[in-house]
């Protein structure tokens, strides 16, 4: 090679690091973790399609800042050590994301002190409430300042369902002790709020049986049915996703256990009562969002635009986690909005945007997502806990759309729990 052919390859690859530099300061990085293929991908495709819709919509609508987002967005297939790999690449120096969108509790528990060092907040799918302490001042979990998440952690949920269980049992003037069983598979997610739920079990007079243990993929779980129904238990806690809680609800229906249902989050939605059919109605779960597809709430319309990114149709119907999905971006969205205007897009400055309102709704989504509020030392956005109730009342073949219209699945607002926001629930 020539000199003036060096000089040439040198300059034209100083001019392409240049235009890269330059493509780089147009653009704000965000990591997107989604499960597609794994074991909770039954819930994660609609939660990760509502946060790459939301995210193409703001950039169909000018970006932040007159910056575009540059979401890279993987199916990690719920494996940690693939969630581990895709956070090395997003946390290099040269390739920095200002934030991430996670998912699942096992991988975002183990990401908790890298995003503390590395500054880089992280609105996960996952709300166990090891998350929910910034300053790790409980002395239950450690410190997870870079940590966020949209709705009730996990524990809180199953306190509100206890609470709720506590007064139906009452209200049904049984005699003598009900009987609680947690179960789900023996992982850091569906265990992230057991010791939680049995403490205020005990403490609410309910008999804490010993728990059942099914795993996060479908599968046949008769035995853990006749084990349930011989223990007596009144109430049982579903701690997995959707697709695994339905082969214990139908299980449980053909072995004739008469026991009232608590589910995750996660674990119950429509989806879940079209497929359980009749083994799904009366299932109580909480809801995040104040309405769910297509309800009577101003901010609908902007989900419906959402939508419409993936679907220009508007006919496909989205079930909650969808919805949800639709919030936690437009928090992160808004944070980021913030941190552009205060010093620029870094993860320090993101984390801090998160901090800046109290009982906060994005804007476009009245009525629809929950006010919350996170504080420098609490990230618990939100003691609210709307339960519902799953009921189907006919077959349930058929299309989804036309199913929820003909109200054959509805889901049933049950109760407002406003927890007590107790220091000593932090972080667990």
Known sequence: MTIKSWLGSAALALLAGTFAASANAQQIA?????????????????????????????????????????VDSNDYGYQVPRAIALYKKWSAPDNKVAAIMGWGTADTEALTGFLANDKIPDMSGSYAAALTDPEGTSGKAKPAPYNFFYGPSYSDALRAELTWAAEDWKAKGKPGKPKFVHMGANHPYPNAPKAAGEALATELGFEVLPPLVFALAPGD??????????????????????????SVMKACKNAGVDVQFLSN???????????????????????????????????????????????????????????????????????????????????????????????????????????????EKDHRGTMKVDLYRA????PT???????????????????TIELPRKAEWAGW
């Open 30 to 70: 965000i990591g997107h973790l989604q499960d597609l293929s794994g074991g909770t991908s039954d819930v994660g495709t609609p939660y990760g399609q509502g946060v790459v819709d939301t995210f193409a919509w703001v950039n169909k609508n000018g970006g932040i800042g007159g910056k575009q987002l540059a």
């Open 265 to 375: 989050v996660w674990g119950m939605d429509e989806n879940a009562a079209k497929t359980a059919g009749d083994a799904a109605d009366g299932v109580i779960f909480p809801l995040r969002t104040s309405v769910g597809w297509g309800g009577d709430a101003p901010g609908m319309k902007t989900v419906q635009e959402i939508a419409k990114m993936s679907d220009p149709t508007g006919k496909v119907y989205r079930p909650v986690h969808y919805v949800a999905a639709v919030c936690s971006s437009l928090y992160m969205k808004e944070a980021i909005e913030w941190a552009v205007k205060n010093g620029g897009p870094t993860g320090e400055n993101v984390a801090k945007g998160f901090h800046q309102k109290k009982d906060w709704v994005p804007a476009g989504m009245e009525g629809v997502c929950s006010p919350s509020t996170w504080t």
């Open 397 to 415: 073949d058929g299309d989804l759309n036309d199913l929820m219209a003909k109200g054959v699945i509805k889901l049933e607002k049950v109760k």
């Open 221 to 246: 779980y008769s035995a853990q049915c006749l084990s349930l129904k011989s223990s007596g238990a009144n109430y049982a806690y579903l701690g997995n996703t959707a697709a695994s809680n339905i």
């Open 391 to 394: 009921r189907v009342t006919g």
